[in-house]
Every structure is written in structure tokens, then in C-alpha cells.
């Protein structure tokens, strides 16, 4: 299997990032939702969390945190709308509860990282 699945991320103020990928599991539900090659097309809100773009062995090749987000997926092309994404590299859990106590209203979004991080480093 080869990266056949087109990922297109969006903010607010910008397109944040397009790439091919193997796999991308989104925050969504208990479990999350994973997104696989030829995929029935879905639209859904999804939760403030980690998502995870997958290598063809499903080990993790990037994490980034989503905020407020929408997924469409159609024809092997994942989009998604948030209106905030950091990629793991960028916050550790000093900087995560810094945002957290500077921007009260993201509460949930600086939340959801920091349980990450305290669990899955």
C-alpha cells in the first residue's frame, strides 16, 4: 500500500497543510476514527484531541492537536477545518498549561493536550 489518501488541513486565517498519507486517525468518539484508503464518504465534528497520521506499519509519523474541528472525506481526500492546530513538536506540557492559564476560552483544546501529554508523552 502506498500513501494514497490526500490530507488537507485548514485553519481560520490559512491552509496549515496538505501531504499524501497512509492512514490519519482523528480524534472522534472513545477510540478515535481512522481513515483508510477508499473510505465511504464522511462528514463529522470532530473532538479536541491528538490526531495521528499513520506509516504503513500504523506506527505514528506526526501527532497534531485539533481544536474545534470538521472532517469531510470523500474520494480519498481528508479535509479538515480547525480552528487551532499545533503539531506535537511545538508545546510541551510547560507551554500547554501556560496557553491554558493565557487563553481561558480554549480551556477544553489546552485541556485535551495536556491529558496527552501527561499520558502518552
Known amino acids: 500500500m502506498a500513501e494514497n489518501i490526500t490530507l488537507k488541513i485548514f485553519t481560520p486565517e490559512k491552509e496549515f497543510l496538505t501531504r499524501k498519507v497512509y492512514r ?7 477510540t478515535g476514527l ?10 463529522l465534528v470532530l473532538h479536541d484531541g491528538a490526531m495521528h497520521i499513520l506509516n504503513e506499519d500504523d506506527s505514528i509519523a506526526d501527532t497534531y ?7 469531510d472525506v470523500a474520494e480519498n481526500v481528508c479535509k479538515i477545518s480547525a480552528r487551532h492546530i499545533i503539531h ?14 493565557d487563553e ?18
Do not use: C, M
Open 104 to 121: 481561558p476560552q480554549n480551556a477544553s483544546y489546552y485541556e485535551a493536550i495536556i491529558n496527552y501529554l501527561e499520558n502518552f508523552g
Open 88 to 101: 506535537k513538536s511545538k508545546v510541551n506540557l510547560e507551554r500547554a498549561r501556560k496557553l491554558l492559564d
Open 34 to 43: 481512522t481513515i483508510i484508503e477508499d473510505r465511504a464518504p464522511t462528514s
Open 24 to 30: 490519519v486517525v482523528l480524534p472522534y468518539g472513545n
Open 65 to 71: 492537536f485539533l481544536d474545534d474541528g470538521v472532517v
